[in-house]
């Protein structure tokens, strides 16, 4: 018979253990083909379309596609880390008013949409999105999806007591991949910091300071690192260490996992909800007007009377 695959939460996983587990905690995908000869100065091309909201530039993308390209730069570690992430209406609102942090977004290398907000306003510009890239599930899944392949991670951010408790959950829930070592957020000694990751070479580093710290860190610290692969992943460290609850799936298919947030920590979140995504939807609005008489007038400028 073969293992029955238990349901791992932060809420049960400490009734495991690693002999209670089995050999996998998901089937793995089959393995890639060796990877092309190419250049190694160039990061891999998803061969996708790219939308722009609010002047942020982002990669139209399905999960396995970016999965792929993970495991992509994984195995070639080609030198400088490949920075990915992943941007809501909450980061683009920031970007708007930002243009530091505009930039900083779009010198990544791999932006994902993350949300019902993202998924409206490609929608307005005539764009289908592929897949709601949302990091708390992408992680996940990256890791599922690609275990027992000896790769490694390193958790980076919260605060200590919270790094701590989602690396004993990591631990367990995603016992495929290998965690290296975990470093609260609140440092001023970056230097030490780098040089903790870089000595135990990481595959993937989790960089968890929530937006824009974790953005503006990475940038600034992303050709310091030796680690393929940099993902901005905002506040998973909280739900793997219990402190918020994820929306049930049915909320979350529905694309309204903001309303459970809201309803979970109403003093927290209810400006950035609130206010921020009718103020979203403007700005979308704006710009959408603002590109078709653009549109109109290239187009009466370029007829012929």
């Not at 701590?164 to 030490?192: C, E, I, N, V």
Request: with cysteine; proline share 6%; hydrophobic share 40%.
């Amino acid at each position: 018979m073969p293992d029955t695959m238990p349901t791992i939460t932060p809420d049960n996983w400490g009734q495991f253990s690693t002999s209670t587990l089995p050999s996998s905690i998901a089937p793995a995908t089959p393995a890639l083909p060796p990877v092309p000869a190419e250049s190694e100065a160039n990061f891999p091309a998803l061969g996708c379309d790219r939308f722009a909201v609010l002047g942020v530039q982002i990669l139209n993308v399905t999960r396995l596609q970016g999965i792929q390209a993970i495991e992509t730069l994984i195995r070639r570690r080609i030198g400088r880390a490949a920075c990915f992430y992943f941007v809501n209406a909450h980061t683009l609102n920031m970007a708007a008013t930002d243009p530091s942090y505009r930039e900083v977004l779009n010198a990544g290398d791999y932006v994902f949409g993350d949300g019902t907000g993202v998924r409206w306003a490609a929608r307005l510009h005539g764009v289908r999105v592929l897949a709601n890239m949302v990091g708390t599930d992408f992680v996940p899944q990256l890791f599922e999806q690609t275990a027992e392949r000896g790769y490694s991670y390193f958790m980076l951010g919260s605060d200590q007591p919270t790094v701590a408790a989602a690396a004993d959950y990591a631990r367990y829930a995603f016992s495929g991949w290998r965690l290296s070592g975990y470093h609260h957020g609140f440092t001023s000694d970056h230097a030490a910091v780098i040089e903790k990751i870089n000595a135990l070479r990481p595959d993937v580093l989790l960089v968890g300071m929530g937006n824009p710290l974790q953005e503006r860190w990475i940038h600034e610290y992303r050709s310091q690192l030796n680690v393929p692969v940099c993902l901005g992943i905002g506040g998973l460290f909280d739900y793997w260490a219990g402190n918020v609850r994820r929306a049930p799936a049915w909320i979350r298919r529905l694309g309204h996992e903001w309303l459970w947030r809201l309803y979970q920590q109403p003093a927290l979140k209810a400006r950035r909800y609130l206010i921020g995504n009718p103020l979203f939807i403007i700005r979308v609005l704006r710009e959408f007007h603002s590109d078709a008489k653009l549109y109109c007038k290239t187009n009466s400028d370029l007829q012929i009377t």
